[in-house]
C-alpha cells in the first residue's frame, strides 16, 4: 500500500495526508478494488474524505461470492464511495491540484492524491535464493507444497510470498509447519481454508464459511 511512486509525494507528504482526515476535505482515488482498496475506500470516505475506487475488472473483491460482493458494493455506494468499474489507469503526471491519471480509453482526470493498492509483490530481493534449489514461478512467487515446502530441503515458504491464499489467518496457521518433525507433517493433512477460521475477530456483516461457492461449481452464478 502506497502512494503512487509517480507523484513523488515525500514520507512528509503522506504524513500530511493523513494528518487532514477528519480536519479538511480533500478528494483522493483509490486504485485495486481488492481487500485494502475496499476497505480503505469505506473508511476513507466516513473520514470525510470524496473518495474514488477504480475497479480494473466488473466487480470488487473478485474472489468473494457475488452475493456477498455485491452486498458489499451496495453498502459502499451507500456511504457515497464513487465506485468506477472497468477502468484501468494508463499514466499518471503531476499537475496543478494534484495528479491527472489518463485512462485506457485516454480519457483523463485530476485528483488531489492517489493510493495504490493494487497487486502484491513477493518482496524476495536479497534472500540469496538464487543460491540455492529454491524455485520461483513467473510471478516471482516461491513455489511451495501443500505441507510449505519449497524445492529445497529444510527451507520452508508461508504467507503472500507464495501466492496461494492471501488472507492473514493462513499465514497464520502455517508458521507451525516449519518446526514439526518430517514424520508428524507426513500424518498431518494439507493447509485447507476450513483449517484457517480466524476465530480472534469481531463478526462482519458479510463473511464466508468453508469455501467459495465459485470453487464449488466452477463458475459464478
Keep these: 500500500m502506497a502512494f503512487h511512486p509517480t507523484a513523488t509525494l515525500s514520507p512528509e507528504g503522506h504524513k500530511e495526508s493523513w494528518?487532514?482526515?477528519?480536519?479538511?476535505?480533500?478528494?483522493?482515488?483509490?486504485?485495486?478494488?481488492?481487500?485494502i482498496g475496499t476497505e480503505l475506500s469505506g473508511f476513507l470516505e466516513g473520514m470525510g474524505v470524496e473518495?474514488?475506487?477504480?475497479?480494473?475488472?466488473?466487480?470488487?473483491?473478485?474472489?468473494?461470492?457475488?452475493?456477498?460482493?455485491?452486498?458489499?458494493?451496495?453498502e459502499l455506494e451507500k456511504g457515497g464511495v464513487n465506485i468506477h468499474f472497468n477502468t484501468s489507469s494508463k499514466s499518471f503526471k503531476r499537475v496543478d491540484g494534484g495528479i491527472e491519471i489518463t485512462f485506457e480509453d485516454d480519457t483523463t482526470a485530476v485528483f488531489e492524491k492517489v493510493l495504490w493498492v493494487?497487486?502484491?509483490?513477493?518482496n524476495i530481493e536479497g534472500l540469496g535464493l538464487e543460491n540455492t534449489k529454491v524455485e520461483v514461478d513467473d510471478r516471482g512467487r516461491i513455489v511451495s507444497d501443500a505441507y510449505e515446502c519449497t524445492t529445497e530441503d529444510g527451507v520452508y515458504a508461508i504467507g503472500d510470498v507464495t501466492g496461494k491464499l492471501d488472507l492473514t489467518p493462513v499465514a497464520i496457521r502455517s508458521r507451525p509447519s516449519p518446526v514439526r518433525s518430517p514424520l508428524r507433517r507426513e500424518k498431518r493433512r494439507p493447509l485447507g481454508l476450513r483449517q484457517c477460521t480466524d476465530r480472534r475477530l469481531q463478526p462482519s456483516a458479510h463473511g464466508h464459511c468453508g469455501t467459495y461457492l465459485k470453487r464449488r461449481t466452477g463458475k459464478i452464478r
Design 19 to 35: 494528518d487532514k482526515l477528519g480536519s479538511e476535505h480533500f478528494d483522493l482515488v483509490i486504485i485495486g478494488g481488492g481487500y
Design 51 to 74: 473518495t474514488h475506487l477504480l475497479v480494473r475488472k466488473n466487480r470488487i473483491l473478485r474472489k468473494f461470492d457475488p452475493f456477498i460482493t455485491d452486498a458489499v458494493t451496495e
Design 118 to 122: 493494487a497487486g502484491v509483490t513477493p
